[in-house]
């Protein structure tokens, strides 16, 4: 006992020792924050100072400055709970060159760098952080963790370690260090530093950030990234990287952290910014805090699928039958039949009369149908095609107008013609009837039309059923969209198109015309930042596009998001095994449409870091079921806990609130309690009072959420409500990364363990 006790003592020693020497470096690297925070702050007051020269070119100078000199304010101020998270020390390189961070860019070690003996000394050491910092002479204190120099501390491994020997993850809170956790890359080898034999403290970094509690916002991995995931987050950009993963493979980190390292690569190339599109608002809230403290925001835009059409926030969800419907390429035929059969509606006038040359001439309702047809027969959107039907009515008129003959001579012909049409349009008797006639369609009022079941009926025969017809209309009578009305209006704005606008001018500064500068700038230029705010706002278009939990997408959703990355390189990141969309192959037509000839990329991800084995050889009987002939993403670690199964009591509700309470005290963060989608508001009233570390959520949106423990509801229910129920049971089984509970009822025939039928063996 008293030699354990010396060793444990020793032990906490070196413990103490190597976080003290990691103290000492991170208040190195504070101190040449600071400095770096001061020289940035006089930059913002030079800049000021130069707006009171009073030229063009000074006030242009000055917002730039204070756009440049104010991100990098902001970057320096945010100080993240792990600034500093890492460091690898390194053998000596086989070659002496130097990256732009100031590191030895070799991959390899030296001939030489490893003695007969099996020993060695450390050449050189870099700690790893979320932004680069040099000290005065331009030697790295802190590597960003996105620069070539940094792949080795996620790449390395025991197997092909290259240069490294140690890598150590650092923990810590402000200002100060918690404590550290070394994986040894050689083993075998006994390597000094400044003379000292390199020490070795904890067990393991990856399995000490597994096992950290989870809060209902997403940390970073940037600490625990692995060689796989890292090969996919530095991937060149050109074309489609394809990533496939199972549960736990951190396919949805990979995609933000690929997102801020493509920035930092190539920042002029993704100025065009980057959007990444999650499934639901609830993963968006979850993933947002992550791009910030990897040191970018602004850049990147994080919408939820149901929010990519400005105006048009989704809060609904559709039942799976009518979700089938909208969701599908037919829709596409019906939404075209729509748009131009909402021009009939408002009473649309049945005839035309007006005066010209002293004659009164009419266009009876046989004769406009036939303009409307003909105009209608172009290619272009529906609103823009109105010049196109006006000039047929005024050729209609001309024809009518019997003034066609009465000069052979085309000079005196066409001026004819010309003041004809000038007499015509100059009437507010033709204006009425146009603007009556062909008026100008918005998405909102189409979809409200398709709202009345008769008329949806008459647009969708031969293109839906009756049933869904009639379940489409109603789901459209409801206030407020669904995630897939949200890809309707998208289709319908691209088929109805936008009549140009004229621009608005802006108005003068105040500040323009006090320094007398109104003759030489009449109309004020916007700053450089106030035209990235605006160009945030207005921009439909990005560089690049990722897709996280692909698989889920609609063939329209597909259009849509297809849309905004029409010349953009794209990421998708995906599972099948986990796609809650029924016809899986016509959802992959609408993806390769979407992306076109570009030439693929595909990676796939294989280690599940979230589930603990017994979680995961459970959800593997599921996926049996759902695609069978599937492989599990491998488990990295096993707990001894087992999953928990129970059958409800005397109430469902008592059931789930005392499984959650248990669970509540056995884990420190967070508890899911995953229902069928039909049950999400009863479920938050059964857990009403028990506080904010629980949460319920339906089956579909519990997509690339993770919690400590998870209680899953009714597997037969989840199973059941939709043609992709075993897939969606699949994803809710696999959300917790510590203790899983099961609750059947009556409908899941539990055996006398409480084990229901789709779980058994």
């Known amino acids: ?146 620069a070539p120099a940094a792949a080795p501390f996620y790449r390395s491994t025991p197997v092909d370690p290259g240069r490294v020997v140690r890598r150590r993850v650092i923990r810590s809170k402000g200002r100060r260090v918690l404590g550290v956790e070394d994986d040894l890359m050689r083993p075998e080898l006994k390597a000094f530093l400044d003379g000292h034999e390199l020490s070795v403290i904890g067990d393991g970094a990856l399995m000490a950030a597994l096992g950290q509690a989870r809060s209902h916002t997403m940390r970073d991995i940037v600490a625990s990234i692995q060689a796989e995931q890292d090969l996919v987050i530095r991937a060149p950009a050109a074309s489609v990287t394809y990533v496939e993963g199972g549960p736990g493979t951190g396919k949805t980190a990979v995609a933000l952290h690929r997102a801020a390292y493509l920035l930092y690569q190539d920042r002029r190339r993704y100025a065009g910014g980057i959007l990444i599109v999650s499934p639901t608002p609830l993963l968006v809230s979850y993933t947002e805090g992550v791009l910030p403290s990897l040191g970018e925001e602004g850049q990147v835009a994080i919408r939820a699928i149901g929010s990519l059409v400005e105006g048009a926030e989704a809060m609904l969800y559709d039942s799976p039958s009518v979700a089938r419907a909208k969701g599908s390429s037919r829709m596409l035929k019906v939404l075209r039949k729509a748009a131009r059969g909402a021009l009939e509606l408002n009473d649309s006038p049945a005839r035309l009369r007006v005066v010209a040359f002293g004659r009164r001439l009419e266009l009876e309702a046989e004769e406009l149908a036939g303009i409307r047809r003909t105009a209608l027969g172009g290619t272009a959107p529906v609103n823009l095609l109105r010049p196109r039907a006006r000039k047929l009515l005024l050729d209609a008129l001309w024809e009518r107008s019997g003034a066609a003959g009465r000069h052979t001579d085309p000079e005196l012909a066409a001026e004819l013609r010309s003041s004809f049409d000038e007499d015509i349009t100059g009437e507010d008797s033709f204006i009425a009837f146009l603007d009556a006639w062909w008026p100008e369609l918005t998405p909102a009022a189409v979809l409200a039309a398709m709202a009345d079941e008769r008329r949806l009926g008459r647009w969708a025969r031969r293109i839906l059923n009756p049933g869904e017809v009639r379940k489409v209309a109603r789901s459209l009578r409801r206030d407020g969209n669904s995630v897939h009305d949200v890809a309707m209006l998208d289709e319908l704005q691209a088929i109805l198109g936008a009549p140009a606008r004229p621009r608005r001018k802006r108005e003068l500064d105040p500040l323009d015309q006090l320094t007398g500068l109104e003759e030489l700038m009449p109309v004020r230029e916007e700053s450089q930042r106030e035209r990235a705010e605006r160009l945030a706002q207005e921009r439909v278009e990005y560089a690049h596009v990722i897709v996280d939990e692909a698989q889920d997408l609609t063939p329209m959703q597909w259009r849509m998001v297809g849309r905004r990355g029409r010349h953009a390189t794209w990421t998708v990141v995906g599972d099948p095994a986990q796609s809650s969309w029924s016809d899986p192959d016509e959802a992959a037509q609408a993806r390769d449409e979407a992306l076109g000839t570009r030439p693929r990329r595909r990676f796939e991800l294989t280690v599940n870091y979230r589930n603990p084995a017994e979680i995961a050889e459970l959800a593997s009987k599921v996926l049996a079921l759902a695609m069978p002939g599937s492989v599990s993403p491998k488990a990295v670690r096993s707990t001894g806990v087992e999953p928990r199964f129970t059958v409800v009591g005397d109430t469902l509700a008592e059931t789930v609130r005392d499984e959650a309470a248990r669970l509540l005290e056995r884990v420190d963060g967070t508890v899911g309690v995953v229902v069928a989608m039909q049950r999400r508001e009863e479920a938050r009233r059964w857990l009403a009072g028990l506080g904010d570390r629980v949460v319920a959520l339906g089956s579909l949106e519990a997509k690339g959420l993770e919690y400590d423990a998870t209680v899953v509801v009714s597997p037969a229910e989840i199973a059941d409500e939709s043609p992709a129920g075993l897939r969606v049971l699949y994803v809710a089984l696999t959300r917790a990364t510590q203790q899983l509970t099961v609750v059947s009822a009556e409908r899941d025939e539990p055996d006398a363990a409480g084990v229901p039928d789709l779980l058994r063996d």
């Open 1 to 146: 006992m008293a030699a354990q006790a010396q060793q444990e003592t020793a032990l906490d020693s070196l413990r103490g020792r190597e976080i003290g020497v990691e103290q000492e470096h991170l208040d190195r690297v504070y101190r040449r924050l600071e400095e770096k925070i001061h020289e940035a702050e006089f930059l913002m007051n030079d800049a000021a100072q130069r707006g009171q020269v009073g030229t063009p070119g000074a006030l242009a100078e000055r917002d730039a400055q204070v756009f440049r000199a104010g991100i990098h304010l902001n970057r320096l101020n945010n100080e993240f709970e792990d600034f500093l998270f890492g460091r690898i020390d390194l053998l000596l390189g086989k070659d002496g060159k130097k990256g732009p961070d100031g590191a030895y860019t070799a991959v390899e070690p030296a001939e030489g760098a490893v003695r007969d003996d099996s020993t060695a000394d450390i050449a050189e050491t870099l700690h790893i952080g979320r932004i680069g910092v040099l000290d005065q002479d331009y030697a790295p204190l802190v590597i960003d963790w996105r």
